[in-house]
């Protein structure tokens, strides 16, 4: 899609989920045509004209400053992720368009991974905007097995949750886990627009997963930072794990993720045994390996 459509989709996609009621307007009983705020009611709140949001919502948006955007941002009742995102949208629509390029190779730098290494008894991985996984330590390679063993590699936990069978097993709470991979998703298309690795990535996922399509057209973004995310793992069962998302400041677009199991629980002992499989295994491959001469 355009950069103007994504603004304007967008934008009414935000529109139609504040009601009156909610942005403390008052109704008067009138029967309304609309379940969301009219333009003219998101114009007031933000304190712009209806025609300079009606040019705004159509995707016009060169030369909008960012008071308006604040405003605009107010009205809509945006969250952090969500003003960023819309702020993504008019920085490409004020920017020449460069040509659609594949995204360079992106390397995890040695220092990052003895730290990813390092970490014992925790899984932790580096990914991308696009979610593929470009280093994991021996857990966190165990703990997403399934993606790993994916004959495309990198493994992307995109295209695992939606087009590989053992997704919607291994994740508990499949729905709400395939929620938040489009939601990241939509946010790295709108701070990188003219990525063709993305853009090629997107258009396989809508062109197989009818459940992605419709979750990539609510428009919803979101910041994955921190939380809990509940697994079914084939070979130790269920395990409930906090994540922590740690972006890289010296390397522009790369996160390292961990997840820890709260002491004493059963998803620590979960953890622990994965451990032990994960460590055999890599004994196991090494003995396999010929000696050096």
Do not use: C
Request: no cysteine; hydrophobic share 40%.
């Amino acid at each position: 899609m355009s950069n103007p459509d994504e603004i304007r989709d967008f934008l009414t996609t935000r529109r139609a989920k504040i009601t009156p009621e909610r942005a403390g307007l008052p109704t008067y009983g009138r029967q309304r045509r609309v379940s969301g705020l009219r333009r003219e009611e998101v114009a007031l709140l933000a304190g712009i004209s209806v025609e300079y949001y009606t040019r705004l919502e159509r995707g016009n948006a060169h030369g909008v400053s960012d008071e308006v955007l604040d405003g605009v941002s107010r009205a809509l009742q945006l969250d952090e992720a969500e003003r960023e995102h819309l702020l993504d949208l008019v920085r490409t629509a004020n920017t020449e368009r460069p040509a659609r390029r594949a995204a360079a190779p992106q390397r995890v730098r040695p220092s990052v991974q003895r730290i990813v290494d390092a970490m014992v008894g925790v899984p932790a991985f580096v990914r991308n905007g696009r979610l593929d996984i470009l280093y994991a330590n021996p857990l966190a390679a165990a703990l997403y097995s399934g993606q790993f063993s994916d004959p495309v590699q990198p493994p992307n936990s995109a295209r695992f949750a939606f087009l590989d069978p053992r997704g919607r097993a291994f994740y508990s709470d499949w729905e709400r886990a395939a929620h938040d991979v489009v939601a990241q998703l939509r946010g790295e298309a709108g701070r990188n627009p003219y990525d063709r690795t993305l853009s090629d990535l997107i258009g396989l996922l809508s062109t197989r997963s009818e459940e992605f399509r419709v979750l990539w057209a609510s428009h919803d973004v979101r910041f994955h930072r921190t939380g809990t995310k509940r697994f079914r793992h084939p070979l130790v069962g269920d395990l409930t794990l906090a994540y922590e998302a740690l972006e890289l400041p010296a390397d522009p677009g790369l996160t390292m993720v961990t997840y820890s199991a709260e002491p004493g629980s059963a998803s620590e002992a979960a953890l622990l045994e994965l451990g032990r499989w994960a460590s055999t295994r890599a004994r196991l491959s090494a003995a396999a390996r010929p000696s050096e001469a």
